[in-house]
């Protein structure tokens, strides 16, 4: 989406919500900047809707989207190879991915239905319900963080996968629609925000964004008519790498994220 700031976007998406800080109330928390460097690059299956990204002993695993198209699979980081596939039935629409234990939970989208496989196999455990649209997946260690596209995160219990919480996401004090892909990350909780090219920082404890990373500049200008928006995050707790990519793109990237400045009140218009 061409929005010169996310702020402009929650605007747009939050007529006349009301600022926590109306009636005395506490003043909502800054949102800083983030910068970033590209790390490393390595190639990615140009025709995969990524979905859903994990980095789990040395590989990717991947939920592709799209009816028809969608699949959960294992990936060689280094060179994009597909080793392990399952593919979903035409009917289902692939969405978050997580791992948990020895296996992959993964959503879909319209059909409320998730999917349970091993993790080493692929082969299917069981599925399981919910209500709603599914969008993104992960895990803090103790529960299933889910987005449905709504500014409410839901927590699952990751044995059940029953829904036993509900926590609202906030950008400076405005409900933020358009949460996907999410990730942890050394206990703070990373989202795509659809459809743009930007990456927030959220307080799993209160729903606060803290902090908004613009990767709209991340893929060269000669890829971006081939593609769709930014979607996947993937975190390697052990070696300390970011990864990121989108739908249809043909590059992994794995960036740096770097604190920088605090970010300008929300009042900025929207570019053409």
């Known amino acids: 989406m061409p929005f010169r700031s996310l702020a402009a976007f929650v605007l747009t998406?939050?007529?006349?919500?009301?600022?926590?800080?109306?009636?005395?109330?506490?003043a909502p928390p800054k949102?800083?900047?983030l910068r970033y460097e590209v790390v490393n690059t390595f190639p990615h299956d140009r025709a995969a809707f990524t979905q859903g990204l994990v980095f789990r002993d040395g590989f990717l695993y991947e939920s592709t989207g799209l009816n028809g198209r969608s699949s959960v699979r294992k990936v060689v980081l280094e060179t994009g190879a597909v080793i392990r596939q399952r593919s979903l039935e035409n009917?289902?629409?692939?969405?978050?991915?997580?791992?948990w234990n020895d296996t992959l939970v993964q959503l879909t989208w319209q059909s409320g239905t998730g999917f349970v496989y091993d993790l080493d196999t692929l082969e299917p455990r069981r599925s399981f319900?919910?209500?709603g649209e599914g969008w993104g997946l992960t895990q803090d260690g103790q529960r299933l963080i889910m987005s449905?596209?709504?500014?409410?995160?839901?927590?699952?219990?990751?044995?059940?996968?029953?829904e036993t919480g509900r926590l609202e996401v906030r950008y400076e004090g405005q409900p933020l629609r358009g949460l996907n892909e999410l990730e942890m990350v050394e206990g703070q909780l990373f989202?795509?925000?659809?459809?743009t090219q930007w990456v927030v920082r959220i307080d799993p404890q209160t729903g606060d964004v803290n902090a908004r990373l613009d990767l709209g500049g991340l893929l060269p200008t000669g890829e971006r008519g081939r593609v769709d928006v930014l979607n996947g995050i993937a975190w390697?707790?052990?070696?300390?790498?970011?990864?990121?990519?989108?739908?249809?793109?043909?590059t992994v990237f794995e960036i740096r994220v770097i604190e920088a400045a605090a970010a300008p009140p929300a009042t900025e218009g929207a570019a053409n």
């Open 191 to 195: 989202a795509n925000v659809w459809p």
């Open 91 to 99: 009917q289902y629409f692939g969405e978050g991915l997580a791992d």
């Open 236 to 250: 390697d707790a052990r070696g300390k790498r970011l990864f990121v990519t989108g739908k249809l793109w043909p």
């Open 31 to 33: 949102v800083v900047d």
């Open 13 to 26: 998406l939050s007529v006349a919500a009301p600022l926590a800080a109306a009636e005395g109330g506490s």
């Open 148 to 162: 449905d596209g709504t500014p409410s995160l839901r927590f699952l219990d990751p044995e059940t996968l029953r």
């Open 129 to 131: 319900g919910y209500e």
